[in-house]
């Protein structure tokens, strides 16, 4: 089955900075990517998506890249702020093999200091 | 529009009791998804159901676990003979159709297994 590898697993950067999370999966049928934010006590909350037919997404501070190729992706959050502070997921999904079913990555915790 | 919602929020049982976890999709979707956030384990998928399609049970731990989805909407996922290791934050997700792979998600229940 598939399985996604994220990293780092905790990040902490200066208000203002840029800040990246990676992402590798395996399964090669994977074609949807979409990144989550949780917050505490929250459920994840779809902040960005990105299809494999498409390399780059952007979306005002927030971008993600997709190489198919190398089989990774990645998010980039620019000019943080305190408020982006919480824990990111990346994830992919196979579509066509069934169920659509998300597989995880373990999670990022990013913390923008102030 | 109203997201997904969940219920209840936090759920605490003796170990050896049947529990039941509610979810309610976004009206229209007709995909719905469980999945299980533990600490250990991160966010796994458990059950998926798409319109009047037979679910894919697929990521259920155990026969202990099961759920339905009735007309079409609400869904119920019921653990029986409850462990501590069910100990987790369930998850529901909703999709607008079966060829669209963005999930949205409830707040999540909180099951305490004591």
């Known amino acids: 089955g598939e399985n996604v590898e994220q990293h780092p697993s905790t990040l902490s950067v200066q208000e203002g900075d840029s800040a990246v999370i990676k992402c590798t999966y395996s399964d090669s049928a994977s074609n949807y990517f979409p990144w989550y934010k949780q917050e505490l006590g929250k459920g994840p909350q779809l902040i960005i998506d990105i299809r494999s037919n498409v390399g780059e997404k952007k979306d005002q501070r927030i971008a993600v890249t997709l190489n198919k190729t190398a089989k990774h992706f990645s998010l980039h959050i620019t000019e943080t702020q305190p408020e982006d502070s919480a824990v990111y997921f990346c994830?992919?999904?196979?579509?066509?093999?069934?169920?659509?079913?998300?597989?995880f990555g373990k999670g990022t915790k990013l913390s923008v200091i102030p | 529009g109203a997201g997904v919602s969940q219920s209840p929020s936090n759920k605490v049982t003796e170990k050896g009791k049947d529990v039941e976890l509610r979810c309610d999709p976004i009206s229209g979707h007709t995909a719905l998804y469980w999945y299980r956030q533990s600490l250990g384990q991160g966010l796994e998928f458990l059950i998926y159901?798409?319109?009047?399609?037979?679910?894919?049970k697929s990521g259920l731990p155990s026969d202990r676990f099961s759920a339905e989805r009735t007309g079409g909407s609400v869904s119920t996922l019921t653990i029986q003979r409850t462990q501590q290791e069910d100990s987790a934050v369930y998850l529901c997700?909703?999709?607008?159709?079966?060829?669209?792979?963005?999930?949205?998600f409830g707040p999540g229940t909180r099951l305490t297994v004591l």
């Open positions: 159901f798409q319109g009047n399609s037979a679910p894919d």
């Open positions: 997700a909703s999709s607008p159709s079966r060829g669209t792979d963005t999930q949205y």
């Open positions: 994830a992919s999904v196979a579509s066509g093999a069934g169920s659509y079913q998300l597989t």
